[in-house]
């Protein structure tokens, strides 16, 4: 097997050597197919120079989408159809994060316009906590400013804004995100 230092090295297209080196990997391993996918993505990453891996082939390998001709199977690393799989897979990849993206920016631009409407104390806190991380707690521990009963009432206002989700669809414990 070689080097994954080599390939980044490559000239070649940064999704074809991923491809190339997960069906190397699951070739060796076929047990560790989803580690093949992530290293591949590890890979392109580093090819990109992007500061961390985004799991794009490792989403959507797992799905039911990838097919063999027409029959929905899972397509396996070093099938005849694995280089074209691969780059359909990457194409979608992103194509769907550019959408979530703008998805969330719009989200986080509709947070911005209501912010000023918000009375709480601590509302410029939360904003920015449901900003900076993918999921808030509504516990009084996410500003010193909150009790819980008044952190759980903002996240209410908030949802009735229609900036806010709440996550998790569990009563006891909540959590809240663009």
Do not use: H
């Amino acid at each position: 097997m070689r080097n994954a230092r080599d390939r980044v090295a490559q000239i070649r297209s940064a999704p074809v050597l991923a491809g190339e080196l997960a069906a190397e990997l699951y070739r060796a391993r076929p047990n560790a197919e989803l580690l093949a996918f992530w290293l591949a993505d590890v890979l392109l990453a580093q090819r990109f120079r992007w500061p961390v891996a985004v799991p794009l082939l490792m989403g959507q390998v797992t799905g039911t989408t990838m097919r063999s001709g027409s029959v929905f199977r899972r397509v396996r690393p070093g099938e005849s159809s694995w280089g074209l799989e691969v780059l359909l897979k990457y194409a979608q990849a992103a194509r769907e994060a550019c959408d979530l993206a703008a998805d969330l920016a719009q989200r986080a631009a509709r947070l911005d316009e209501v912010t000023p409407r918000l009375r709480s104390p601590a509302a410029a806190d939360i904003v920015k906590l449901l900003l900076d991380d993918d999921a808030v707690p509504a516990s009084g521990r996410v500003s010193k400013k909150l009790t819980a009963r008044s952190a759980r009432r903002l996240f209410e206002r908030l949802i009735e804004l229609g900036v806010v989700r709440e996550l998790t669809g569990r009563p006891t414990f909540r959590l809240y995100g663009l």
